[in-house]
């Protein structure tokens, strides 16, 4: 699929069919992943796969209790392990980097025809809990995963173009 297409094609799935993922697809979405850019070439992410239902069951309550995450057959904690790296920008590597791997994740996804959703709204401190992650490692995200058994929006609510978009100057 063109990645315009693809691109387009992702929505939040909030809803998910009660089929599991088979691992070499599962595999084509890490490889996705692990094809990321990152700052200094790092690659600071790791990924945590949940398939358990008990488990996804515990993050669910963790995340705010959004049930979709206990429905998705997959759930993904997307971590760094060196969440305090600064460029020389300002901004903390561990956020960007994984966003940019999630992202690709979230796009190989559509190709195989499942959907995903980010989850932000999550209790770190349990999450961590529940997965046995260890100190100075942080949870970047949680990523939902599975074949959708919603519909995608009629359209996407999104800012025009030249609202977003400047030209050599602010
Ligand atoms: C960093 C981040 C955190 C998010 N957290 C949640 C969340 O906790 N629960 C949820 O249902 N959606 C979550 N979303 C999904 C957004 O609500 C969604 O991407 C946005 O409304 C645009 O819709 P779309 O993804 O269907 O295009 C999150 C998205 C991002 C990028």
Known sequence: MAI???IKNRYSVRAYQDRP???????TV????????SARNMQ???FVVVQDGAVRKRLM???????????????????AT???YVMRCGQRTAQIDVAIAIDHMTLQAVEEGLGTCWIGSFYEDQVKEI???PDGVTVIELLTLGYPADRPP????????DEIVAYEKW
Do not use: T
């Open 61 to 79: 309550a963790a995340a705010n209790h959004q049930a979709f995450v206990a429905q998705a057959p997959v759930v993904i904690a997307c971590c």
């Open 82 to 84: 060196q969440p305090d």
């Open 30 to 37: 890490f490889e996705a992943a692990r094809q990321a850019p």
């Open 44 to 46: 600071d992410w790791r």
């Open 154 to 161: 009629a359209s996407k609510n999104r800012q025009p173009l």
């Open 21 to 27: 993922v088979a691992p070499e697809v599962l595999q």
């Open 4 to 6: 315009l297409k693809v």
């Open 131 to 133: 997965l046995g992650i």
